[in-house]
């Protein structure tokens, strides 16, 4: 059964793009003012309210991983394109705005936001409500993850699989059986060479603060489902059949997206972030 309501996790974490684009400081790590205008004056007006947690230490640390993967994983497709990569596929999309700010660089792909019917269709609503146009380029497709793999759910959209793809799966895999994870990333790996998946991944808690924000998603009805070592996962993805599999050092996030920034954005072990050629 897909669920029925829609993620309240995807409007936290749009909430955290929406406070980096409004309170932190210039140069922006990810640039995006059109997450501002699909939560809409309302919503913004509540964060304004309560901006006073969303600034504290652990809070800088969420919203740090939640802007770098983002931003990692949209430099990752600008270079994906250069290869001849024609389509984008955005699993978990949540309310990823890329699609409706979108560089012209990226105007010559198919982009296609897969997502749970729930989550999907409080977007539209809020897309339709703020004014914001779907771009000719981009197409919805609902899927769950759990009950339904990638081959049988995008047959109902014009996703070619024979051509070269680049695929993000954000904040997604924690909350997924394995057999869905398994199938996902079986999924990708048969696509044509030169495809590429970026995600997240969480590995087994091992701090207070982590079990608290793994309590936190369960109570808002997301519980975390999977936890994986960082040596295991590569060694998966290799067998699996990923070409060129790269794990981002804290060290190298912060030489390419914070660069001594004062605004108590930074990365943390949090940001654990893997990106995979097929
Ligand atoms: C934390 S949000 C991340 C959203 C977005 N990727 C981002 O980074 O802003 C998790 C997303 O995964 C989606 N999701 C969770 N379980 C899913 C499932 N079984 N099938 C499809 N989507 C799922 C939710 O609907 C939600 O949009």
Redesign the pocket.
């Known amino acids: 059964m897909?669920?029925q309501e829609?993620?309240k996790?995807?409007l936290?974490?749009?909430a955290m793009?929406a406070v980096h684009q409004l309170f932190d400081a210039t140069p922006k790590i990810l640039d995006d003012k059109v997450v501002v205008q699909l939560l809409g004056a309302p919503f913004v007006e509540q964060i304004q309210t309560h901006l006073a947690r969303f600034q504290t230490i652990e809070a800088n640390v969420l919203r740090s991983h939640?802007l770098l993967?983002?931003r990692y994983a949209e430099d990752r497709l600008a270079k994906a394109i250069e290869r001849g990569v024609q389509q984008y596929l955005?699993?978990?999309?949540?309310?990823?705005t890329f699609p409706y700010r979108q560089p012209t660089w990226a105007h010559s792909l198919q982009i296609f936001e897969?997502?749970?019917p729930?989550?999907?269709q409080e977007k539209r609503e809020r897309l339709l409500h703020n004014d914001i146009n779907v771009p000719a380029n981009l197409e919805f497709v609902t899927?769950?993850?759990?009950?339904t793999s990638l081959v049988d759910g995008l047959k109902k959209s014009s996703f070619d699989s024979s051509k070269p793809t680049f695929v993000?799966?954000?904040?997604?895999m924690m909350?997924?059986n394995q057999d869905?994870i398994d199938s996902v990333l079986k999924y990708v790996v048969a696509l044509p060479s030169s495809s590429e998946i970026v995600f997240t991944f969480v590995p087994p808690l091992s701090s207070a603060k982590q079990v608290e924000l793994a309590e936190l998603a369960a109570k808002q009805g997301?519980p975390w489902k999977n936890y994986v070592m960082p040596e295991d996962l590569v060694q998966s993805l290799h067998s699996l059949g990923f070409t060129d599999i790269t794990l981002p050092t804290s060290a190298e996030l912060d030489a390419w997206y914070i660069c001594g920034r004062q605004d108590g954005l930074g990365v943390s072990n949090r940001t654990l972030i893997a990106s995979a050629i097929v």
Request: hydrophobic residues 45%; proline residues 2%.
């Open positions: 897909p669920k829609a993620s996790t995807a936290s974490v749009a793009r939640i993967r983002s955005i699993l978990g999309a949540g309310f990823d897969v997502d749970q729930a989550s999907q899927i769950d993850f759990e009950t993000s799966w954000l904040g997604v909350y997924l869905a997301e």
